[in-house]
């Protein structure tokens, strides 16, 4: 039987289901469980390259600036430095 007829005459849930006969039903299980974690996790890498370009983000704006602040000059590569307090 085709994948089409298979479609239209025994609908099943999910599309993958269609695979179990050649595959077997843990592995498509374990796909399925894969698919739903890939949603959460897919655009981590597109954030933590954005997050990574921040810094150059501030060195390009600090060149633009004047940097003097009172009696002290701030370069553009010190724009980035973050001060934590206790």
Same mark, same amino acid.
């Given at each position: ?22 595959? #077997? ?29 921040? $810094? ?5 704006? #600090?060149?633009?600036?004047? #940097?003097?602040? $009172? ?16």
């Amino acid at each position: 039987m085709t994948k089409i007829k298979e479609y239209k005459t025994n609908p099943k849930e999910h599309w993958l289901d269609y695979s179990e006969p050649k595959f #077997g039903e843990q592995l498509v299980l374990d796909c399925k469980s894969f698919m739903k974690i890939i949603k959460l996790y897919a655009p981590l890498p597109i954030y933590f390259a954005l997050h990574s370009q921040q $810094g150059s983000r501030w060195v390009l704006q #600090g060149t633009f600036m004047n #940097g003097v602040v $009172g009696a002290l000059e701030i370069k553009p590569d010190q724009l980035q430095v973050r001060i934590q307090t206790n």
